[in-house]
C-alpha cells in the first residue's frame, strides 16, 4: 500500500497509477495526514440479480385477433371530451 499526500499524487500521479497496475498496488490519498481517497485497481461488479431478471408473463401485453394497431381510431372511439 502507498500512501502520498495531495501535491505529491498530483505530482506523481502517472508513477502511482502505473504501480496500481502493474503491481497491484492500492494508493491512500491524504489530505492534511488524513486519509481521503484510495486508487486500486478497476474490477468491474457484475450484478448477479441482473443477470436472473426476466419479464414476468403476467404482464405479456396481448392484443384482440383482427386489431390493427396502425389503424387510425374513429371518431366513436375517442372519448366525448377530446372530440
Same mark, same amino acid.
Given at each position: 500500500? !502507498?500512501? #502520498?499526500?495531495? &501535491?505529491?499524487a498530483?505530482? @506523481?500521479? *502517472? %508513477?502511482? #497509477?502505473?504501480? $496500481?497496475?502493474?503491481?497491484? %498496488?492500492t #494508493? !491512500?490519498?491524504?489530505? &492534511?495526514?488524513?486519509? $481521503?481517497a /484510495? !486508487?486500486?485497481?478497476?474490477?468491474? /461488479? *457484475?450484478?448477479?440479480? +441482473?443477470? @436472473?431478471? *426476466? *419479464?414476468?408473463?403476467?404482464?405479456? $401485453?396481448? +392484443?384482440?385477433?383482427?386489431?390493427?394497431?396502425? /389503424?387510425?381510431?374513429?371518431?366513436?372511439?375517442?372519448?366525448?371530451?377530446? @372530440?
Amino acid at each position: 500500500m !502507498i500512501t #502520498v499526500n495531495m &501535491h505529491e499524487a498530483k505530482t @506523481r500521479l *502517472s %508513477e502511482l #497509477v502505473k504501480a $496500481v497496475e502493474e503491481q497491484g %498496488e492500492t #494508493v !491512500i490519498l491524504q489530505r &492534511h495526514g488524513k486519509p $481521503v481517497a /484510495e !486508487i486500486r485497481h478497476y474490477r468491474p /461488479e *457484475s450484478n448477479p440479480n +441482473f443477470d @436472473r431478471l *426476466s *419479464s414476468d408473463p403476467a404482464l405479456r $401485453v396481448s +392484443f384482440a385477433p383482427g386489431d390493427d394497431l396502425t /389503424e387510425p381510431a374513429t371518431e366513436d372511439e375517442w372519448p366525448e371530451e377530446c @372530440r
